[in-house]
């Protein structure tokens, strides 16, 4: 379970720029769900995610996983057990490496980097396999460099690379943002069979209403660093893409844009 | 003719020790590390105070490489840890090393002629006996250079040696498997300075002395070595990086060589190069830019 307690955020604090975009915020997410977060631009998602896995630190307030304190802990160590797929698709795989040495890397996460072989031959098939899943035919290309790839091939090798090992949570940053609709779609899919299989806590933060209201059981919506929104359930079940357009035209005329 | 070939082939392999650790910096790490102008002749200076002592030469192998390995280490961590710039941590580093190496030397010239190094001593005497004589440096630094680029090879090929090349391109990928990419560029200073001390440990046996000055310009040679060598060979695949880096060492001295042999003077070497350097870096740059704007129009 992940828990955010009493979270505050400023943007620029000191300057006459200062913003304030997390005021005394509270979230959990329990085990098991898969939630989609909607909102505008500012609304304070993609900072949510930051202060999740620790890209950027919180002002103050508690961030919990499984109980455990990890408010103050640096980014990478966090890693062991967050995994985080980015919008932009060159950030999850190693342009310069193949697409074995790739999957290698992702395999070794939370061993010992060591004087060990990077690729362990024998794990081979097992790539292979994982491989064909995606089904894009990279079983077929592991020595090819990974820069080659198109951004849909490259998402979907981020993807499988993240939760290749033992992860607590999937973090989805926009991560079908970056790529044409039918790649997108493919690349959604693909990540919903992965969180079911491997029985994954994500959350997904996404621009694509229909994504949000079709997958995942749990839907926040964000506005101004508040959640205006905040199905689970049937009540989710319900929701669709007009009602979900429709909140958001509100808020959006709110605020006047 | 042959001694000028052969004078090309050993100042080129001691140089491409040097290029392998401009390698690990400049193409695996996207670091530009000038502290080697600095680690470069404190390997020089450590093997020279060890030799004038009366030490073994073999011992002073592994110490400078650890002597520039820690440097290298200092470099990282003023980048790393206290945010300074790349370049800059790279100018302070071979500052300082400047006085180290004046005091581990004691003094600005240090000659080493008279004592026995890993090129001339009983045993190498007996093994290249009479009309062999003349190959056996050549055959020593062909020897060192070959194991150092098959370590290389493999480390590149090692889990670490993984992460090290995921450091250099993508730092984010680091962190998303759990490492500090901070702690993985500090590993790679350490090695590539290592690299460029050990090359001036050869360096000081070689020509049997160590100079203060010795190192100045170093960072920019083996940069021209490994971008030579990288781009010459860059079309032929199949050919590792680390043989590439070796040839691009040889053929820039050769081109020394012809340059001298031409009426310059080896005073005008360090403007040859640097004007050399700047039409490989921006014919580079060029090529590169033409290749986004392909990639933007489609």
């Known amino acids: ?257 | 003719m042959s001694s000028i070939l052969l004078g090309i082939l050993e100042e080129g392999l001691v140089y491409a020790i040097l290029s392998f650790g401009i390698y690990i910096t400049y193409s695996i790490l996207d670091f530009p590390d000038l502290s080697v102008d600095g680690t470069y002749p404190l390997g020089a200076a450590v093997t020279a105070a060890m030799i004038a002592a009366g030490m073994d030469p073999l011992i002073t192998l592994p110490v400078s490489f650890l002597a520039g390995a820690l440097a290298g280490i200092i470099t990282g961590t003023i980048h790393v840890k206290l945010g300074v710039r790349d370049l800059l941590s790279g100018i302070i580093v071979s500052t300082g090393l400047y006085s180290v190496n004046l005091r581990i030397a004691g003094k600005s010239n240090l000659p080493i002629f008279s004592k026995d190094s890993i090129f001339s001593n009983p045993v190498v005497g007996r093994i290249f006996a009479g009309g062999l004589s003349f190959i056996s440096n050549a055959a020593i630094l062909l020897l060192i250079v070959l194991v150092l680029k098959l370590l290389l090879d493999a480390y590149l090929n090692t889990r670490s040696g993984y992460l090290l090349r995921a450091a250099g391109s993508n730092r984010k990928l680091v962190i998303s498997l759990g490492k500090n990419d901070g702690m993985v560029r500090i590993l790679g200073l350490a090695l590539a300075n290592g690299f460029a001390a050990f090359a001036g440990c050869i360096m000081a046996q070689k020509q049997g002395y160590f100079e203060l000055s010795m190192g100045t310009g170093m960072m920019v040679i083996g940069l021209a070595n490994v971008i030579i060598g990288t781009q010459l060979f860059s079309r032929l695949g199949g050919l590792k990086a680390t043989t590439a880096v070796i040839a691009g060492a040889i053929i820039y001295r050769a081109c020394v060589a012809a340059a001298i042999n031409a009426g310059l003077e080896p005073g005008d070497m360090k403007l040859i190069t640097a004007v050399l350097f700047l039409v490989i870096i921006a014919a580079g740059n060029l090529r590169k830019n033409r290749a986004a704007r392909r990639a933007r129009s489609c």
């Open chain 1, 1 to 257: 379970m992940l828990s955010l307690k009493g979270i505050n955020k400023y943007y620029n604090p000191g300057t006459v720029n200062e913003m304030c975009l997390f005021e005394d915020y509270d979230l959990e997410i329990r085990d098991g769900e898969f939630v989609s977060i909607v909102g505008s631009n500012g609304s304070g998602k993609t900072s949510l995610l930051n202060m999740i896995c620790g890209s950027i630190p919180v002002d103050s307030g508690r961030i919990l996983i499984d109980g455990r304190d990890v408010t103050h802990m640096p980014e990478y160590r966090r890693a062991e057990f967050i995994g985080r797929v980015y919008q932009n698709p060159a950030l999850g795989t190693c342009p310069d490496m193949t697409i074995l040495e790739n999957m290698s890397l992702a395999d070794t996460k939370g061993k010992s980097f060591d004087l060990r072989r990077g690729t362990d031959k024998r794990r081979k098939e097992h790539y292979r396999e994982l491989l064909s899943g995606l089904g894009l035919g990279l079983e077929n290309k592991l020595d090819i460099k990974v820069g080659s790839l198109s951004g849909g091939q490259r998402q979907a090798m981020a993807l499988l690379m993240s939760t290749m090992t033992d992860i607590d949570f999937l973090i989805l940053d926009e991560h079908t943002a970056a790529l044409d609709p039918k790649t997108a779609d493919l690349i959604m899919e693909l990540t919903d069979r992965i969180v079911r299989e491997k029985g994954l806590t994500a959350l997904m933060v996404t621009h694509n209403l229909r994504y949000a209201a079709e997958y995942g059981n749990r839907l926040i919506m964000m506005h101004e660093g508040r959640d205006v929104l905040d199905l689970s359930g049937a009540e989710k079940e319900r929701t669709g893409v007009e009602l979900l357009l429709s909140k958001f035209n509100e808020i959006s005329v709110e605020c006047g844009n």
